[in-house]
């Protein structure tokens, strides 16, 4: 018997809770990702698996909020100037990509057979791209805050936008006549004006109210309550959009722009952030239960026919549209492989054409399975494409290479032990040169005035181009133990008459280095260990004459033990170790 019959509420929130709880670590485990995990588990406790729910919808209706809240969180990083610089993206790039996949996708409905109508709204929904599996991925990759994320986060929120247009066209397109039409025709402006009337209501409300409210709510001391205004400025938000006829998750991210300047942001982020979690998590879950196998199994030529047309040629299209864009062919099919889906937005739109009669209850089944078995493919797309793709390195292309430089010294990797050892000299007024083999992070350093040159600092052509002839002091500061001790052995044997200073990354290191007779080497943990140790020492009640002292024994010690590895002694060393008591973790 379905659970609904039996246990009552709290067996459904077990059963979700449970059903999470196996199959998430589980999918992770075998490296197929959380929502993938979701989805199955959806499936497996839904009306067409075991039967333990029998209404799907009902939960996804309430699942929504998972999404709505995870738009709140993403407005909070999006200040208005960073919304601003993003417009091009949002109506330049992003409209481009919705008309060119509206346009193809709805040729593929009427090769199908169909309709125009039907054809055009079926296209549309499948351009709604799923913002709570896409937004998850990205989350997940860390890729949010990166430039190609950036572009995929503003094509996002112009299909969220999207749907308002679009229920006006359905109701614009329904089957009516006469004095219906005139009706209709007044309803639309009434809808229009109505949502105008709520945009502007949340922006009043976000400027004049809210920040007067927190720092009330501050004052009190009542962290409880603060959450509970975080969680009412969200599902607020969200009420205010829909009883405008508006996305949910549009006024919940409006809602988080409008705070993204306010000293709370942080705050309500820490906040929201698990209630989000789990009610995204929820909404996969009643995605996975909608799968209607009963209709697959009915129209399984046609679903499956539907699926791969409808994916590969909004992947076509979003390469295509990508690439026009400049983006790199990487980039482009990461992002094409990443929405070329429908998603949560289609339900809204085909339930909109439903109650309007311009499509029929079979093609809404149809369409709703096609989308939810995209949604399901996307993950293992994603999985597939990151194993099996071309791993192409960012490109180098804009970048100045060196060129005769004379410079007093040469930094070689400009990451974050050559960006804070650099500043010494700069301080100093001497003349440098940067060189790093990293384009994005060359890009980057040029934003905050830094003149890095593209180069590999292992290439004797690039150091003599890099002025290491030249140079006084030559710091390598890269990545790579190997790497490392490569480039200091290279260096010694072309500029012998240079102070070569390097970063170890541990005591083996510092011996190999030591071997490729480096003028000084550092441990990138050891000083740092040693600063924490003495202000530990502080804090326990010692003299700053008693800690420097201690710290003064340590360096010397630590001297002695190195020395003897350096001269073969390594027993030795691991004996006066432990005779000094001061074990020391491999750093």
């Known amino acids: 018997m379905a659970v609904e019959a039996g246990a009552g509420e709290l067996s459904k929130v077990v059963v979700l809770l449970g059903a999470a709880v196996v199959a998430v670590p589980l999918f992770r485990r075998l490296g197929l990702g959380s929502v993938l995990g979701y989805l199955a ?106 430039p190609r994320g950036q572009k995929i986060v503003s094509i996002l929120l112009l299909e969220d936008l999207l749907i308002v247009p679009l229920l006006a066209i359905v109701a614009f397109i329904a089957p009516q006549g006469g004095q219906h039409e005139t009706v209709s025709a007044t309803a639309r402006w009434l809808d229009v004006v109505t949502g105008i009337g709520a945009v502007a209501a949340l922006v009043v409300a976000g400027i004049w109210l809210l920040n007067p409210l927190f720092r009330l709510l501050a004052r009190a001391k009542a962290r409880e309550v603060m959450t509970a205004a975080a969680l009412l ?113 289609a339900f809204v739109l085909f339930s909109a054409a439903l109650a309007n009669g311009v499509i029929d209850p079979a093609v809404n089944a149809n369409m709703t399975a096609i989308v939810v078995l995209s949604m399901a493919l996307t993950p293992l797309a994603v999985i597939a494409h990151k194993r099996w793709a071309p791993r192409a390195g960012a490109s180098a292309e804009g970048l100045e290479t060196p060129h005769d430089q004379v410079g007093r010294a040469l930094v070689i990797g400009f990451g974050r032990v050559g960006q804070i050892a650099s500043q010494h000299m700069l301080a100093l007024g001497a003349e440098i040169t940067i060189i790093d083999n990293d384009p994005e992070m060359i890009r980057s350093a040029a934003e905050f005035g830094f003149k890095v040159y593209y180069g590999d600092g292992t290439r004797t052509d690039v150091l003599h181009a890099a002025g290491a002839r030249h140079a006084q002091a030559i710091l390598v500061c890269a990545n790579g133990t190997t790497t490392v001790t490569q480039m200091v052995e290279r260096i010694k044997a072309v500029c012998p008459h240079s102070k070569v200073l390097a970063r170890a990354f541990d005591r083996e290191h510092a011996l190999a280095l030591h071997k490729a007779d480096v003028d000084y080497q550092v441990r990138e943990t050891f000083e740092s260990a040693m600063m924490l140790g003495r202000q530990a020492t502080l804090a326990l009640g010692a003299t700053p004459e008693a800690s420097d002292e201690i710290a003064d024994e340590i360096r010397r010690r630590d001297a002695e033990r190195f020395q003897l590895e350096v001269t073969g002694g390594l027993f030795a060393g691991r004996a006066l170790l432990l005779n000094n008591q001061s074990a020391e973790p491999r750093q």
């Open 41 to 146: 588990a959806g499936l497996v406790i839904g009306p067409f698996g075991l039967g333990l729910f029998r209404d799907p919808q009902a939960i996804l209706h309430t699942a929504e909020l998972g999404v709505v809240m995870f738009l709140f969180i993403i407005g909070l990083e999006m200040r208005p100037s960073h919304l601003w610089d993003l417009r091009g993206e949002i109506f330049g790039l992003g409209s481009l990509q919705v008309l060119l996949c509206g346009l193809l996708l709805t040729g593929v409905g009427v090769a199908f057979g169909f309709s125009l109508a039907v054809s055009f709204i079926s296209a549309m929904g499948f351009v709604l791209t799923s913002t709570a599996i896409v937004m998850q991925v990205l989350g997940e990759r860390g890729d949010i805050a990166t």
């Open 233 to 345: 400025v969200v599902l607020g938000a969200a009420l205010l959009m829909q009883w405008g006829g508006l996305s949910m998750a549009m006024g919940a991210f409006l809602a988080g722009v409008l705070l993204s300047e306010s000293t709370f942001r942080h705050q309500l982020e820490a906040d929201i952030e698990p209630f989000r979690g789990l009610l995204l998590g929820l909404f996969f879950l009643s995605v996975g239960m909608s799968l209607d196998l009963t209709v697959v199994a009915r129209n399984a030529p046609l679903i499956v026919a539907g699926v791969l047309a409808m994916m590969i040629v909004k992947g076509l299209c979003i390469y295509g549209t990508a690439r026009l864009a400049r983006s790199s062919p990487a980039e482009a099919l990461d992002r094409a492989v990443l929405m070329a889906q429908g998603g949560e937005f």
